[in-house]
């Protein structure tokens, strides 16, 4: 089969799959599921270019032999077309990259006492060692979170009228992002629409993830002992505040944003009645994970090879009348 549609093929049965994964499965089932299973997949898409030197072949159906013959031109108009489209949104990955770095020359760093007693004070709650850098961003700028290599907050500069339980609750919020590697996940899901583009599935799932991602960092905040109409109110507070969002939105992730039905979502999750956490369900949803993970891993690496079917023959079946009795 030609790589380009043997590519293109694996591409979105791995979307495909883990797309369903997440929306199938029971609701009780979906925190891990729909967190980790696009992590996953989006490993996958970015490995899958190197099934052309995996060992392991599966002999497709006979239909796949219409793949195989298909003509060198289309399969090459197919390679420029992505190649087009791939080198657009990796322009975008790096204009934001760029633009976080001017950003960060334009901010001030917090100083004060209260803020890095605050501050030590929420690492230590969450288990973060290591250094983390404080920086004002400019009026109406919402708490964020950045830095691959370089763990940095940005804040807004009406942080400096913040009441102590006010960094408190932010600082939990961003520092929760650090500690369960969410900056990593999101630009290997940034790099991995990037190179897929073309695939929707790839799309949803980085949707989805970020929607889960800040889901998961509340239950985390709230887990730590935070009351949660306390935590509530500040949310909302931050995002009806934020006013700034510049280009280089892509390279740090906001605490909340004013977005219709998606933050009074997180609201209300909030502010319902934490459940019960059962050792059962959480194996089970580890098992499914794993599973999951397995079956990525493979439809990524594995090549499927149409059977040998003569050039002939396939010649022949595509001149074939398709209505003989007619």
């Excluded at 090459?76 to 489209?85: F, K, T, Y």
């Amino acid at each position: 089969m030609n790589f380009t549609f043997d590519w293109l093929l694996r591409s979105l049965a791995v979307g495909g799959i883990a797309a369903a994964c997440v929306f199938a499965c029971p609701s009780a089932w979906r925190g891990r599921i729909r967190r980790a299973v696009p992590a996953a997949a989006f490993f996958a898409l970015l490995v899958s270019p190197l099934a052309i030197f995996a060992p392991v072949k599966i002999h497709a159906p006979a239909a796949f032999a219409g793949l195989a013959a298909a003509p060198v031109m289309a399969a090459n108009w197919l390679g420029m077309i992505w190649l087009v489209g791939a080198l657009f949104c990796l322009a975008r990955l790096a204009n934001g990259a760029f633009a976080i770095r001017s950003l960060m020359r334009e901010t001030c760093a917090v100083l004060g006492a209260e803020w890095a007693d605050c501050l030590a004070a929420a690492q230590a709650t969450l288990g973060i060692s290591g250094k983390t850098h404080l920086r004002l961003a400019g009026p109406g700028f919402i708490p964020s979170a950045t830095g691959l290599f370089r763990r940095t907050v940005l804040l807004p500069d009406e942080a400096l009228h913040w009441t102590r339980e006010q960094r408190r609750l932010v600082l939990l919020h961003e520092l929760g992002h650090f500690r369960r590697g969410d900056l990593w996940i999101h630009a290997l899901g940034r790099i991995a629409c990037a190179v897929h583009w073309f695939n929707p599935f790839a799309w949803i799932l980085q949707n989805q993830l970020c929607v889960e991602r800040e889901y998961a960092v509340d239950e985390l905040v709230v887990e730590h002992g935070v009351t949660p109409t306390a935590y509530a109110t500040v949310l909302w507070q931050m995002a009806q505040a934020s006013t700034r969002r510049p280009a280089a939105a892509a390279a740090y992730l906001a605490m909340a944003q004013r977005q219709p039905g998606k933050l009074e979502q997180r609201v209300r999750r909030i502010l319902a009645p934490a459940r019960r956490k059962s050792r059962v369900l959480g194996a089970v949803d580890a098992t499914i994970w794993l599973a999951a993970a397995l079956l990525l891993f493979v439809c990524s690496v594995c090549r499927p090879v149409a059977n040998d079917v003569p050039r002939a023959e396939v010649e022949r079946r595509f001149a074939a009348n398709p209505f003989p009795g007619g």
